[in-house]
């Protein structure tokens, strides 16, 4: 059974930084492009990265530059570096997975975890 | 970026209605456009994908057509599990965006 499970989620200050873990079960993730979308209190969905099968990445151009997403193949995992972070980017991220081997999108997500950017 | 617009943004229903939800790109997508449902709290269940196919055990009361810049969403014979919010998203190219949602309500 393919799983998502986030962590790393919590209240930082503006300007801080934030590491975000996603871990996968149920499927190989280098198989895979993983994603990471976030929704901020009460409002739609935006995607923010992703990490290709062949290593290469992509980011949303509001988190380029302070943003850098990675993959732990040993551990089947990816994650969100977060830094110099804005009240702006206060949401709950999701993982996502794009199986790429099919014509779906984003057929797998994690529960979420909370980021909250305040002093 | 590719701009997704929705209508409506909330849409008062009853048990029973038929349902139908339209999203608009704002440049041709072909037919790589997603649906979603998201409960409060959740996450996005992938409903719909490739504009009109049926994600595996999503009920067939769940279709979706469309293709270029114009899609819809219908659900046939709402039941009450199916009051949430749900999303259009294109996946033409990077950074996919998706629409502003629509919430159905009682």
């Known amino acids: 059974e393919v799983q998502l499970v986030e962590s790393g989620g919590g209240l930082v200050q503006p300007g801080g930084s934030l590491r975000l873990s996603c871990a996968a079960s149920?499927?190989?993730?280098?198989?895979?492009?993983m994603s990471w979308v976030r929704q901020a209190p009460g409002k739609g969905l935006e995607w923010v990265s992703v990490?290709?099968?062949?290593?290469?990445?992509h980011y949303a151009e509001s988190v380029k530059g302070r943003f850098i997403i990675s993959r732990d193949n040993s551990k089947n995992m990816v994650s969100l570096q977060m830094n110099s972070l804005r009240v702006e980017d206060t949401a709950v991220y999701y993982c996502?997975?794009?199986?790429?081997?099919?014509?779906?999108?984003?057929?797998?997500w994690g529960q979420g975890t909370l980021v909250t950017v305040s002093s | 970026d590719i701009q997704m617009t929705q209508s409506p943004s909330t849409l008062s229903t009853s048990v029973g209605d038929r349902v139908i939800i339209t999203c608009r790109a704002s440049?041709?997508?072909?037919?790589?456009l997603a649906w979603y449902q998201q409960k409060p709290g959740k996450a996005p269940n992938l409903l719909i994908y490739?504009?009109?196919s049926l994600e595996s055990g999503v009920p067939s009361r769940f279709s979706g057509s469309g293709s270029g810049t114009e899609f819809t969403l219908t659900i046939t014979s709402l039941q009450p599990d199916d009051f949430a919010t749900y999303y259009c998203?294109?996946?033409?190219?990077?950074?996919?965006?998706f629409g502003q949602g629509t919430k159905l309500e009682i």
């Open positions: 996502a997975r794009d199986p790429v081997a099919t014509a779906k999108i984003f057929d797998y």
């Open positions: 149920g499927f190989n993730i280098r198989t895979a492009y």
């Open positions: 990490f290709y099968s062949d290593a290469s990445t």
């Open positions: 440049q041709s997508i072909s037919t790589w």
């Open positions: 490739k504009a009109s």
């Open positions: 998203q294109h996946y033409h190219d990077y950074p996919y965006t």
